[in-house]
């Protein structure tokens, strides 16, 4: 069975075979943006290899370990993340942790040393990442440097570690701050009804599952 799931003509969804962490590829006017490339390096090779058109945009929602393992295997994309994101992998701190993880999980890695961000982005903020636009928000709560990213271009939105189908909230920054970004999704969706939601782990939505998931999560934030 192929990993490769196609939602619409320029927009693929890859689901990692630990945790099915979203990797999002999109394709337009010659080119590829991928949204969190990982988990594996097979699995970030399969996607690079799947079309000749080269990857020269990254989006990262938040640089958790299963979210960057990319960013040193595409040392020519462009890669895009949140201030606070990018000091995680400036620092060291992001790659001190998928060496922490990948050695529980037995995952191999690659080329860590040449992790890079090369566009920071201070929330909210529009931002042209090649042949796509961003709308950029910034995403407390699940960690402190998360963006929700609207794309209207391919009537998409972008959300990270929020609205899962798979889990419970996760939270590791604030209750509050995710209960404050989980709110903002329920108006952004509201507003936008994008065609489809793009979660960090899991199917992506319809507007309407998504606007479900929400009021899950909210319920459980207050129980």
Sequence with gaps: MPRAIPLTGTATWWPSTLYQTTTLELRRAGERLLVDPGISPWEIEEVVA????????????????????????????QVTASRASAERVRSGIAREEIVRETAEFLIASRSLERMHVDQVVDAPAEVRMGSWLGVCRAAPGHTDDGLIVSLPDEHLL????????????????????????????????????????????????TSDDALRIADEDLAYLEA
């Design 50 to 77: 799947a079309s000749t058109m080269p990857v020269t945009q990254v989006l990262v929602t938040h640089a958790d370990w299963d979210h960057v393992m990319a960013l040193g295997m595409l040392p020519d994309a």
């Design 158 to 205: 972008v959300v990270g570690d929020y609205l899962s189908g798979l889990e419970i909230p996760g939270v590791y920054d604030s209750v509050a701050a995710y209960r404050s970004t989980v709110q903002e999704l329920v108006g952004v969706i509201e507003r936008e009804r994008p065609q489809y939601v793009i979660v960090g782990h899991g199917k992506p939505h």
